[in-house]
């Protein structure tokens, strides 16, 4: 059965106009003025509507082994609360620890995506260590449909890198065409200055934020970008958190380093006077970077909407209050993350484009075109065009609402964004041409969501 949506206004990274949509086959085969289609197509009225690409949430965390617990989301419950937000495709961190095998950490985090996820998705292969099986490993993940790897210059003994094992793998990722992410911190600075606080009795969740502050992340930013520069490999940062960090990869970016950079929604509106409030109410706001000084949004808005920020995601990891509480002696020990899969695109929206300065153009880009583009998944999806895969959002810019916990779809027992006002909303999600959401509420089919095998692209 075809689908239709008519009578919407579609943005895209480049273009606004008024025109029809005819999707079969699971890809958009017509766009034009008052389209016909046979008996039996679904049709979608988007009359004062915009249709937007569907969006792409390039950082994610669902199946997640963190800290001495697991994040809360399973495919089910992560996909469905993306797609109410209007994310049609997420990009999962695969993230097995030091301690494990990378290619059957690979195959488990698979195993665990497969025919539970309503939206499609795919990897970035975490680098936990870089051993003499660590390269066959990889370059067979890579022939298997990955083209990202990731790297944590953090979490010292269990995630992160050293600084040999950094160039290991940035050399066979300039080999084999792959794109880097990197967490940009020090790990060794981290360790020590937590120590310190804790040795002085300072274990609260305040603590969180002094014990990596904004200088440590600007020295891991600037680290990685000289790391790119002398093996030639492809990056991008992911969840820049401040103005530092920013001055360190416009800096590498000016001389011709290939960086790229994400920031996530929580640091363009959360502060950290969030994690300051004692309890376990700090404790929800714990993410690593974590929620910085008011001052660097302003930072972050400008260089977003410049385009010197690439990308928005969420680093999306949910840990329920009871799981937060592991850290109730030491701030060392709150499982690190904040839930913001379904709320991104609500929110960059409405304190962006509806309230702030963001060009309508570049919110598309930055949540849908530019993921797409960085991650080989363009033009199939991140586009509206004949041929692309029919992921599409009609959004409703009328629509005025509360972000509450009370309404999510994600399985956590709490919204860091708890309050927020947003002004609009998706009313109708599809996924390859199939609906997902009409009229507001969740319709989606379980395991519709497809594993998207992507092509290294980043030779020369």
Same mark, same amino acid.
């Not at 199939?380 to 065009?385: D, E, F, S, T, Y």
């Not at 390859?432 to 997902?436: D, F, K, L, N, Y």
């Given at each position: 059965m075809g689908l239709l949506i008519k009578n919407g206004e579609i943005i895209t990274a480049d273009a606004r106009y008024k025109a029809d949509i005819y999707a079969e086959g699971e890809t958009i085969t017509r766009i034009g003025q008052n389209l016909e289609a046979p008996p039996g197509t679904e049709v979608i009225d988007a009359t004062g509507k915009y249709v937007f690409p569907g969006f792409i949430d390039p950082h994610v965390h669902i199946y997640l082994p963190f800290m001495a617990t697991f994040a809360k989301d399973t495919h089910e419950t992560g996909s469905k609360a993306a797609l109410m937000g209007g994310t049609t495709t997420y990009i999962e961190m695969c993230c097995p620890s030091r301690n494990d095998d990378a290619l059957e950490g690979y195959q488990l985090w698979k195993s665990k995506a497969e025919g539970n996820s309503y939206c499609d998705y795919t990897f970035h292969m975490a680098v936990s260590k870089f051993d003499p099986k660590t390269e066959g490993e990889l370059r067979e993940i890579v022939a298997d449909g990955i083209n990202s790897f990731k790297i944590f210059l953090s979490y010292k003994n269990f995630f992160g890198?050293?600084? @040999?094992?950094?160039?290991?793998? /940035?050399?066979?990722?300039k080999e084999l065409g792959v794109i880097v992410t990197a967490h940009c911190e020090n790990a060794e600075l981290v360790g020590r200055l937590q120590q310190k606080l804790l040795s002085e009795g300072k274990t609260g969740p305040e603590w969180h934020e002094p014990s990596r502050p904004e200088s440590v992340e600007a020295e891991g930013t600037a680290r990685f970008a000289t790391f790119l520069e002398n093996t030639g490999a492809t990056g991008y940062v992911v969840h820049l958190s401040c103005k530092p960090a920013l001055d360190a990869a416009l800096s590498?970016?000016?001389?011709?380093?290939?960086l790229y950079i994400e920031s996530v929604i929580p640091h363009f509106l959360l502060d950290k006077t969030y994690a300051e409030r004692g309890g376990v109410e700090a404790m929800k706001y714990i993410m690593?970077?974590? /929620?910085r000084d008011k001052r660097n949004q302003k930072a972050l808005w400008d260089a977003l909407a410049q385009g010197f920020i690439d990308t928005v995601g969420t680093d999306h990891c949910p840990?329920?209050?009871?799981?937060? /509480? /592991?850290?109730?002696?030491?701030?060392?020990?709150?499982?690190?993350g904040i839930p913001a899969i379904e709320d991104r695109v609500n929110l960059l929206y409405t304190y962006g484009v509806s309230r702030g300065n963001l060009d309508i153009h570049r919110f598309v880009d930055a949540a849908s075109t530019k993921p797409a583009k960085l991650f080989g998944l363009f033009p199939?999806? @991140?586009?509206?065009?004949v041929g692309s895969d029919a992921d599409l959002v009609v959004y409703d810019p009328q629509y005025r609402g509360t972000i509450s916990v009370k309404t999510q779809h994600v399985n956590n027992d709490y919204n860091a964004f708890e309050g927020f006002e947003i002004d609009g909303r998706p009313v109708a999600v599809t996924v390859? @041409?199939?609906?997902?959401v009409r009229d507001g509420q969740f319709v989606g089919e379980k395991g519709w969501g497809r594993f998207l095998k992507r092509e290294p692209m980043y030779f020369g």
């Open positions: 890198v050293d600084d @040999g094992e950094m160039y290991e793998t /940035l050399r066979l990722a590498a970016k000016s001389r011709g380093v290939p690593s970077p974590p /929620l840990f329920d209050t009871e799981q937060k /509480l /592991l850290g109730k002696d030491a701030f060392t020990a709150i499982p690190n199939r999806k @991140g586009a509206i065009a390859r @041409g199939r609906v997902m």
